[in-house]
C-alpha cells in the first residue's frame, strides 16, 4: 500500500505544474514543512533585495530614498500587488499595520458607515482570538454590543440592528472555509456590512472581493503570502466606501497633504486612508519582494493543487495511521475547505514534538489539534505522502491515551497562542 501512495506521489510531483516555484524558496530535503499557515517559508531572492534595501537604500541613499527609492509609496504600490491575490482592484487595499490594528480600523470605520440604531456587530464565534478581543474593544468605544455567532447562521442572525459582521474566511484551527458569497450578501440584505478577515485565505484560494462585493476585508501577509516574521498587513476598502470611509486612526500618512503639517486634519482619497503612521519600511519590502514569487501564478491553479494535496494527505493518513488514533477537523467537502488538515488527537502535544523532531513541521492547537498547513507554492505530494507515513510511525511509537477522537466534540480553545 505505502509502495503505491509513494509511487503514486511521485507521478503528481512530476505532472504537478506548480512543482517548478519549490526551487524559489529555501527549503531542505530533510523537512517537510507544513506550517507556511503560520510563517510561510523564505523566497531565495529575498535576502539579497534586503542587502540592497539596506546597505544602498538605507546606508547610502538615507532619506532621499523616501522619495527615490519608492519607500513613501509603498504601502498603496504592494497593497495593488496583493490586490489580483484576494480579487481586488488597483487602488482599494493599502499595506499597514498588523491585522489586529486593520481589524480595529475596520470594525470601528464599519459602525461610522452605519447608522446609530445598529447597535450590534456579530462577530464569528469561531475566530482567531485578537478579531475578537478587538472588536470587543471597538465595540465599547462606540457604543455598540458584541454577539458571538457561528458563520453559518450569519445569515439568520444578522437583522436591523446589526451594524455589521466580522468573519474568518477560514477557520484557524480546524481550516473550515466559510461561504463569502452567500454570507455577504445576507448581511447586505439585513443592511448590515460585511467584514472579512483572510488571514487564512489570501494566497491560498480565490477570494473575490470585490466580485461578491465585500465591504471591507484584512489580512496577513506572514502565511500563504510569505512576507516574512511580522511582515505587514492589509486593508481593504470597497471602492464605494472609500470616500466616506472613516479611520479611527487618522495619522499624519493618511493626511491629504502630509507635509503640509496642519494642524487639522483632511483625509487623503482612496487606500491611502487606511494608513496611520511611518510604515515599517525593512519588513514592507521584504514582503514586496516576497510577493515576486506569484509573478505568472494563477489562484485558481495554487487551488486546484491545494485541494488535491489536502485530499491525498486524508488518503494516506486513512491508509497508514490505525483507526481510531486521529479524527480529521477539517471538512471534506471542497468548497468547505481551506488549505490546511487538522486532525484531532488526544496524545497531539506528544506527537507534534516529536513529528517535529523527526523534520515533519506542523503545529500544535491546544489542547489536542495536529495542523498541517499546504502551502500549494512549495509542498508536494511527496511531502504529503512523507509526513503522513512519520505520522503514523510516531504514532505507533506513542501509546493511546485516550478514548478515539470525535470529530464532532472539537470545541473553542478560549486561550491565544503566540502564532496563528
Ligand atoms: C494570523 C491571524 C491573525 C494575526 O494577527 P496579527 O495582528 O498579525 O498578530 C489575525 N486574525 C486571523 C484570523 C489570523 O489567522
Not at 498587513?233 to 507635509?259: C, I, K, M, T
Not at 497508514?320 to 484531532?344: C, D, I, K, N
Not at 510516531?394 to 464532532?408: D, G, N, R
Request: aromatic share 6%; with cysteine.
Amino acid at each position: 500500500m505505502s509502495e503505491t501512495l509513494r509511487e503514486n506521489a511521485l507521478l503528481r510531483d512530476t505532472h504537478d505544474p506548480l512543482a517548478k516555484l519549490r526551487g524559489k524558496f529555501v527549503l531542505d530535503e530533510e523537512t517537510v514543512y507544513l506550517d507556511g499557515n503560520s510563517l510561510g517559508a523564505l523566497p531565495a531572492h529575498v535576502p539579497d533585495r534586503m542587502a540592497d534595501v539596506i546597505t544602498r537604500e538605507w546606508g547610502r541613499l538615507r532619506i532621499r530614498s523616501w522619495d527615490e527609492s519608492g519607500w513613501w509609496t509603498a504601502p498603496e504600490r504592494i497593497g495593488d500587488r496583493i490586490a489580483p491575490l484576494v480579487g481586488a482592484a488597483p487602488g482599494r487595499i493599502v499595506v499597514s499595520d498588523s491585522t489586529s490594528v486593520n481589524v480595529f480600523k475596520a470594525v470601528v470605520a464599519a459602525t461610522r458607515l452605519s447608522t446609530d440604531d445598529r447597535d450590534e456587530i456579530l462577530v464569528d464565534a469561531t475566530t482567531f482570538p485578537t478579531d475578537g478581543y478587538i472588536a470587543e474593544s471597538a465595540a465599547r468605544m462606540t457604543g455598540r454590543r458584541i454577539v458571538p455567532v457561528a458563520p453559518a447562521d450569519l445569515a439568520d442572525a444578522a437583522g436591523p440592528r446589526t451594524a455589521a459582521a466580522l468573519v474568518n474566511h477560514v477557520d484557524f484551527r480546524t481550516g473550515r472555509l466559510h461561504d463569502l458569497p452567500g454570507t455577504t450578501a445576507a448581511l447586505h440584505a439585513a443592511g448590515a456590512l460585511a467584514i472579512w478577515d483572510l488571514c487564512h485565505s489570501a494566497g491560498a484560494l480565490p477570494v473575490g472581493l470585490d466580485e461578491h462585493g465585500v465591504d471591507l476585508a484584512v489580512g496577513c501577509t506572514y502565511k500563504y503570502l510569505n512576507g516574512g516574521p511580522g511582515s505587514p498587513a492589509y486593508l481593504y476598502v470597497a471602492e464605494r466606501h472609500q470616500a466616506a470611509f472613516d479611520s479611527p486612526l487618522p495619522g499624519w500618512n493618511s493626511h491629504a497633504d502630509p507635509f503640509g503639517m496642519t494642524p487639522g486634519y483632511a483625509a487623503a482619497e482612496g487606500a491611502a486612508r487606511g494608513r496611520v503612521g511611518t510604515p515599517d519600511i525593512l519588513s514592507m519590502l521584504a514582503l514586496e519582494s516576497a510577493l515576486d514569487v506569484w509573478d505568472g501564478v494563477a489562484v485558481e491553479d495554487v487551488r486546484a493543487k491545494s485541494l488535491a494535496l489536502t485530499d491525498f494527505f486524508e488518503e494516506c493518513v486513512a491508509a497508514y495511521v490505525p483507526a481510531g488514533r486521529v479524527a480529521s477537523l477539517t471538512p471534506r467537502a471542497h468548497s468547505e475547505r481551506g488549505s490546511q488538515v487538522a486532525l484531532r488527537c488526544a496524545e497531539a502535544p506528544a506527537v507534534m514534538a516529536e513529528l517535529i523532531r523527526r523534520g515533519v513541521v506542523g503545529d500544535l492547537r491546544r489542547p489536542d489539534v495536529l495542523r498541517f498547513g499546504f502551502t500549494p507554492l512549495y509542498v508536494g505530494f511527496a511531502d504529503a505522502e512523507r509526513a503522513a507515513r512519520i505520522l503514523a510511525e510516531v504514532l505507533a511509537e506513542i501509546p493511546a491515551e485516550a478514548p478515539a477522537p470525535q470529530a464532532s466534540e472539537v470545541r473553542r480553545e478560549a486561550a491565544p497562542d503566540l502564532d496563528s
